[in-house]
């Protein structure tokens, strides 16, 4: 089982990475909150095909258990997207990678909390290693910019989601013991889009018609990209579920997939042409030791 919670941990940093590199793309072109709820309804069709690989529960087979850790699920992830995706219309990704490999601390902690599991010495060294070197390259990337408040602000969105993550990244096994990866990714998705687009009607209440105007045009624009967010969106989801349920902890699979902080780096330096100094890279390599001592300590 150890090799296979492994396997699937990889399989998802692997589509995070791409996902996320082109999300950054889009960023530049599609408003953050559009992107939010855009991510998820391109999913529904990839993870309704999903279902296929694992016994499918219909609404009236899951307990009130499961559908209220669903619901908070759900409104703690919307939360989750919509700080994600504004940091990220902010700040370089090369900024925003190091300040999200942050979120394997929050899990560690959280399980600690929500599922009374024990971290270990060689663990919390490993939890102090990664603090420091997000702290070194936050402060580094804001001594070389020019937009220090968009970055403080940034670093902020990133410590709520991080803060989010803790709490939702623990309780989703709840429900995924209950059901399986597939099924809770698609009810947790079809309760998620809503609460976005809501939340998106009621900030672009002024400039509706414009707003969802140029969403129109933007779909029409970036229909491929989006499908292909919305594909490994759902390997990456499904393949992070599966993991969590094998995995001895919850935290030891939202570490490996926080080593995304290293090719995000690279891809944030060689594909957008983003200043990334030498000290960034000495926060990056403290980043990386910490996250195996994290993960198996």
């Not at 399989?11 to 991510?39: F, H, P, Y």
């Not at 623990?170 to 998620?192: D, G, H, Q, V």
């Not at 499904?238 to 349920?245: D, I, S, V």
């Not at 060689?270 to 926060?283: A, H, I, N, P, T």
Request: hydrophobic share 55%.
């Amino acid at each position: 089982m150890l090799g296979m919670w492994f396997a699937l941990a990889l399989l998802a940093l692997c589509m995070l990475v791409v996902r996320r590199s082109v999300e950054k793309g889009l960023t530049k072109n599609i408003d953050s909150l559009a992107l939010t709820w855009m991510q998820q309804a391109f999913a529904l069709p990839f993870i309704a095909v999903s279902l296929v690989l694992m016994p499918f529960y219909w609404p009236q087979e899951l307990s009130g258990h499961f559908w209220f850790w669903t619901s908070l699920y759900a409104v703690c992830g919307a939360l989750d997207l919509f700080l994600y995706f504004k940091a990220l219309s902010l700040a370089d990704v090369s900024h925003v990678a190091p300040l999200i490999s942050l979120t394997g601390i929050g899990v560690i902690a959280g399980s600690v909390v929500i599922l009374h599991q024990q971290p270990t010495i060689v663990g919390i060294t490993g939890a102090v290693l990664i603090v420091i070197g997000a702290t070194v390259v936050h402060r580094d990337k804001q001594k070389h910019t020019q937009v220090r408040r968009q970055n403080t602000v940034a670093l902020w969105l990133i410590l709520g989601v991080v803060v989010l993550r803790a709490i939702y990244g623990n309780t989703e096994l709840f429900p995924l013991r209950e059901a399986n990866a597939t099924t809770f990714n698609l009810y947790s998705s079809l309760l998620t889009v809503p609460l976005l687009l809501m939340l998106a009607v009621l900030l672009k209440a002024r400039t509706a018609k414009t707003y969802w105007k140029a969403t129109y045009k933007n779909i029409k624009l970036y229909l491929w990209p989006l499908l292909f967010v919305g594909l490994t969106y759902t390997v990456n989801l499904t393949a992070t579920y599966q993991a969590k349920l094998l995995a001895p902890t919850v935290g030891y699979v939202t570490s490996v997939k926080s080593a995304q902080v290293v090719p995000m780096m690279l891809i944030g330096a060689w594909l957008f042409r983003e200043k990334v100094s030498r000290k960034q890279w000495y926060g990056v390599g403290l980043i990386s030791v910490g996250l195996p001592l994290l993960s198996f300590g």
